[in-house]
T-cell receptor, first 113, second 114 residues
Framework: DAGITQSPRHKVTETGTPVTLRCHQT?????MYWYRQDPGHGLRLIHY???????DKGEVSDGYSVSRSKTEDFLLTLESATSSQTSVYFC????????????FGNGTRLTVT | AQSVTQPDIHITVSEGASLELRCNYSYGATPYLFWYVQSPGQGLQLLLKYFSGDTLVQGIKGFEAEFKRSQSSFNLRKPSVHWSDAAEYFCAVGGMDSSYKLIFGSGTRLLVRP
């Protein structure tokens, strides 16, 4: 399995508080992604990174920010958590060789009360 | 617009029966296509991928998928389902653009009857 660690695995937080989720990889891959998974929606891309300090928005980026100061770490921050951000968050990595797939972490289950 | 449609939310099959999960995509360029499987509480595991060449691709766990460009489809098949195949299956499409993002379908949950 690709070396991807997400932390925490579970978190419960209150509406209005900031939350940071961490993704750590040991594969030295250039591309990293944050997806959220919700019933009936599959996985939707929040933000992605194509290198240190190089990030861009996905289709559901409102209310989220990211940072990547090192190749191995990609942080997702919910600036002021809302109940609609209750979800399972997955980090993925890719080496971007021709046709290389994404490899996923085990997810973080976030509940906003 | 780029999209992936998995028309079946749930499918139930008997153990030992054959399986076909449907996937249709909309993508402007030559697509790269993937099937992933997710067991409860786990991340997504890659089953197989198609880039070019032979339109019938083999994957892990006895799965295969066939790319049909004329139908914009990439259906997943297995000749004989095992109880351990019960999981959620996701089809995804992407391409070698500058971001290499994948777009996922909404998933199909497979239930296996003993």
């Amino acid at each position: 399995d690709a070396g991807i660690t997400q932390s925490p695995r579970h978190k419960v937080t209150e509406t209005g508080t900031p939350v940071t989720l961490r993704c750590h990889q040991t594969e030295n891959h250039r591309y990293m992604y944050w997806y959220r998974q919700d019933p009936g929606h599959g996985l939707r891309l929040i933000h992605y990174s194509y290198g240190v300090k190089d990030t861009d928005k996905g289709e559901v980026s409102d209310g989220y920010s990211v940072s990547r100061s090192k190749t191995e770490d990609f942080l997702l921050t919910l600036e002021s958590a809302t109940s609609s951000q209750t979800s399972v968050y997955f980090c993925a990595i890719s080496g971007r060789e021709t046709g290389s797939p994404l490899h996923f972490g085990n997810g973080t289950r976030l509940t906003v009360t | 617009a780029q999209s992936v449609t998995q028309p079946d939310i749930h499918i139930t099959v008997s153990e030992g029966a054959s399986l076909e999960l449907r996937c249709n995509y909309s993508y402007g360029a030559t697509p790269y296509l993937f099937w992933y499987v997710q067991s409860p509480g786990q991340g997504l595991q890659l089953l197989l991928k198609y880039f070019s060449g032979d339109t019938l691709v083999q994957g892990i766990k006895g799965f295969e998928a066939e790319f049909k460009r004329s139908q914009s489809s990439f259906n997943l098949r297995k000749p004989s389902v095992h109880w351990s195949d019960a999981a959620e299956y996701f089809c995804a499409v992407g391409g070698m653009d500058s971001s290499y993002k994948l777009i996922f379908g909404s998933g199909t949950r497979l239930l296996v009857r003993p």
